[in-house]
């Protein structure tokens, strides 16, 4: 714990020493905080001791790595990016067990990247939490660092993770659980699957109302409108109901979603003006949430498309360029490719087709990095148009 977290002086002094013996190899070292990692053959012989191990001290060492892991991102979390789809966590606990003693010495700004870079120890974790049992801590740390991981991509390996926690979640006879990781995995299959994804919000909806979960089944409700939206089905009850049950709960980010998704399912009809103003509900409910810069930068993207689709230019304009800096902000390598994409159309509806080829080419390359295959085949479509425009103009 003291090498992973490398904050206490005699833990680095330690790791030092690891690293010069060829224990131990150097992974990142932003800002005087070096990471590392066990040399393969270290790590191979560290996994066949474990399978020697009592299983029951296994799973107790499994649990305190899940609670050093919570305390760690929980005290993060504020800093953390998030989005509308997100399902909502309950408050941090107050009190972590007495041998989580510390927690790394991550800066706000630089929690994202904290984050990231432990990508594969937070998702093995999750899974081995599933595989002993664990499974309301492991629910608990996928839901603190799954939006953030999301952003960067690999949604092949975020599915797994949702689909282990939702078998998991099932044999402990946790149901809410077990719906909870099928809408995050409803989620995730957007990018790649979106029958499939709408199936799965139906069956969510379903289950959280049986459930008595409300705020669950608003959000399954209003994605499942906009998964049918991407399809040509327009599925304008759904949103509705979204909208109806967010209006009892009290929660902002939550009628946010549910606008939001209302006007996508405007926009596909037709009602584009109608749509700008859901775009504006939404936006107005996500003001005085903390950390939003994602989710105003998804905002902004949505409500810059809808006035470009309007024929006002000036407007998308302005919009797209706030939705590309707050994407940057937030580190959300997946928004900032959406926001490309658009940013290619608008180019090309000023008749700036080279500029909109960059924007695209661009675009195209976040969406292959962060594995998104629906994107992928939008931005497709932009970048054929610059190619014919760029060509004329020759």
Known sequence: GGVAGGAEPDARRLAEQLTAAGL?????ADGGDCRYRPHDLVALYARELAAHEDPRASGESMDRMLDALIAATESMYPHLPW???GLPLDRAREHHPAYVTAVPAVEPGDSVRWVHA????????IEQGCRFGHVSKAERLSGLVAPTLAAFGGFEELLRTMA??????RSAGDALAEWRAEYARAALLLTRQVDESARLYARCAEEFERLDAPVEQAQSLACLAFARSIRGHVDEGSSLAAIEIAGTLGRPAISALAFRNHAEVL????RRAEALERYRESLACVQGLDNNLRVRGDLSRRYSRCALRLGDLDEARTSCRQAILLAEAAYDSHGLAWCLNLKGQILLADERPREALEAAERSRRLMAETGDAQGSATVALVLARARLAANRRR
């Open 83 to 85: 989005s509308l789809e």
């Open 118 to 125: 432990q990508r594969s120890l937070l998702l093995s974790v």
């Open 24 to 28: 131990l190899s150097v992974v990142s």
């Open 164 to 169: 282990m926690l939702r078998d998991a979640a």
């Open 267 to 270: 926009l596909r009809s037709g």
